[in-house]
């Protein structure tokens, strides 16, 4: 269970009326990235103090099929906690990531994970940390391709941006609101690749916000593809991260 969530979560409503945006693909020329282009980027990431919502998940994880709810709360720059249900809404687990940590209940084990953020880097790689994973849940763009990026593609219907985190290389596509629907990050020697697409957009408090986020993780022994399906999603309302350990649980290396 704790390897199935870390990889789901890592490689991963208001009554406001929703318009639904989709991507589509259209390269015609390239060029060094400019101030112009970053500030466009950046004008158009979702601002929040809290984000909530539901995902009802589908993913195969070796060749297993698991069917989950995962209910996400989010304190931007602070805290990313999840619970996670099974059939007739029985929680099975729950985590809670922040900048510096990640702490795990798995409630059909009675175990508990209390380690360093490096943890999480363990299942995936050493650049990946707290706000990428915050980015990609929420639909913006990991921070650190907004530094380091040395090109950009322009196209009728969508941009690209592309670079190198020290041995990671990675390509991202936004859609005509500048929004990331596509992010790809691989290795150098091609071990471990990870494809998050954001197909669908809508509009939420006058904020464009994910309705599907798909994965496909590939690491030397793991394979995960998942389908996240967003609903009741919320933002900068009041929430709760409650994470209390019961002592008949024991705590595992």
């Known amino acids: 269970m704790v ?16 318009n ?12 060094e990235i400019s101030k112009t282009d970053l500030t466009a980027i950046i004008a158009h990431e979702t601002q929040f103090s809290t984000f909530a919502t539901k995902a009802a998940t589908s993913f195969n994880l070796n060749g297993k099929q698991y069917d ?25 687990a729950r985590v809670i990531f922040t900048p510096d940590s990640v702490k795990i209940l798995d409630r059909l084990n009675e175990q508990y994970i209390n380690k ?4 999480v880097r363990s299942f995936t ?10 980015a990609l849940l929420v639909g ?23 670079g190198k985190q020290q041995n990671l290389s990675y390509v991202l596509q936004f859609n005509k609101q500048f929004k990331t629907s596509d992010f790809s990050l691989s290795d150098n020697i091609g071990e471990n690749n990870l494809v998050v697409t954001t197909p669908v957009f809508e509009e939420i ?17 793991q394979q995960l593809k998942a389908s996240m399906h967003y ?10 991260f409650p994470f209390n350990v019961p002592k008949r649980f024991s705590e595992i290396d």
């Open 68 to 92: 989950l709810t995962l209910n996400i709360r989010i304190k931007k720059g602070e805290a990313i906690w999840i619970s996670v249900t099974a059939i007739a809404g029985l929680e099975v």
């Open 231 to 240: 609903h009741k999603t919320e933002l900068n309302i009041p929430l709760e």
């Open 116 to 119: 360093s953020f490096n943890f």
């Open 140 to 162: 913006n763009c990991p921070p650190f391709a907004l530094i380091d990026s040395n090109a950009f593609f322009v196209g009728n219907e969508s941009n690209y941006l592309k």
């Open 20 to 31: 639904v945006i989709s991507s589509s693909n259209n390269i015609i020329s390239t060029k």
């Open 205 to 221: 408090s006058n904020h464009l916000l994910p309705i599907n986020l798909n994965i496909d993780a590939f690491a030397v022994k």
């Open 125 to 134: 790689n050493k650049q990946i940390d707290y706000q990428t994973l915050e």
């Open 3 to 18: 390897s199935i969530i870390l990889f789901l979560t890592v490689m991963s409503a208001c009554k406001a009326k929703k």
